[in-house]
């Protein structure tokens, strides 16, 4: 049976999340439009990184529908994966962006044009005021998927913080210089923030071990159960880097009974769920039994 409130906070969750992809929507427009007509790169970098934060929001939101939906024929594993195309999708549209800005900031480094300071003060208060606004709405979230878009807010809002100082500085001592020299260090700042995301990716595309589940910890507290001999054919992967799955043979005593096999069963899956691995497959072996799979060698 369904928790209703859970639920609820799920249907909230959902609704901050429409409610903060809106407004950021909105004002990346904003943002697009007020730094071709400032003539401030600063204001379409942080605007290029704001389209980014919409596509993940939007992304968030598809991929929370179909994690909902159960695993059939063709994904017997569930669409979890879906969620890192999108983030792929997502790191490649920024990249492109970032290195773009970074090009056309170089071109203005000799010649800084004067940008427009009080349209980039008053777009940096604005952006403060978006940006602080979804932070608050999405960081009580209990869903880690927003809470990883509140953190994307927050980048943005400390951004913005900067940028208003910085608009103040060059409106009042004419340091133009500074809007391309901001434009870079933001962008190279957000290449360095996706290529860490998309390196997670891929270590989780090759089925690598998560790094926040020690492997030998949990062989080692599986080896002190009572009943167990052996462990072997271990293996360990992760769906989207929070659902993880784990496989291993179990070498028993012999002439244990059908209960005291069970028990094992449930203490072992009870031992992976404690190490943050919700799915547990288990294959039970006897002393002196046959291995059937290929490199099954105990560890």
């Given at each position: 049976m369904n928790d209703p409130h859970q639920h609820h906070h799920h249907h909230q969750d959902n609704k901050n999340l429409k409610l903060a992809l809106a407004l950021n929507l909105a004002f990346a427009l904003i943002e697009l439009v007020g730094g071709v007509l400032t003539g401030s790169l600063a204001i379409l970098s942080d605007a290029m990184h704001d389209a980014g934060d919409c596509l993940s929001l939007g992304l968030g939101l598809f991929m929370e529908k179909k994690a909902n939906q159960?695993?059939?024929?063709?994904?017997?594993?569930?669409?979890?994966?879906?969620?890192?195309?999108?983030?792929?999708?997502n790191g490649l549209i920024l990249a492109a962006g970032s290195v773009w800005i970074i090009q056309e900031a170089f071109s203005r480094f000799n010649n800084p044009p004067a940008p427009n300071g009080p349209g980039m003060v008053g777009l940096a208060i604005l952006g403060i005021f978006v940006n602080g606004w979804g932070f608050l709405k999405l960081r009580r979230s209990n869903s880690l998927n927003q809470k990883m878009v509140a953190l994307h807010l927050l980048e943005d809002l400390a951004g913005w913080m900067v940028l208003l100082p910085l608009s103040l500085v060059m409106q009042v001592w004419g340091l133009y210089f500074l809007d391309p020299l901001f434009s870079v260090l933001f962008s190279l700042f957000l290449l360095f923030q996706v290529f860490k995301n998309l390196k997670g990716t891929v270590h989780i595309f090759l089925q690598s071990s998560p790094v926040e589940v020690d492997l030998e910890a949990v062989k080692s507290q599986i080896l002190d159960l009572d009943g167990i001999k052996g462990v072997h054919d271990l293996h360990l992967w992760s769906l989207d880097g929070q659902n993880h799955v784990f496989t291993c043979h179990l070498v028993t005593a012999p002439g244990l009974s059908e209960a005291s096999r069970h028990q094992i069963k449930t203490q072992v899956k009870a031992l992976a769920l404690a190490g943050g691995i919700k799915h547990a497959t288990l294959e039970l072996e006897i002393v002196g039994e046959d291995c059937e799979q290929e490199n099954c060698v105990p560890r």
């Open positions: 159960t695993s059939d024929a063709q994904y017997s594993y569930g669409y979890r994966r879906f969620s890192l195309v999108g983030a792929w999708i």
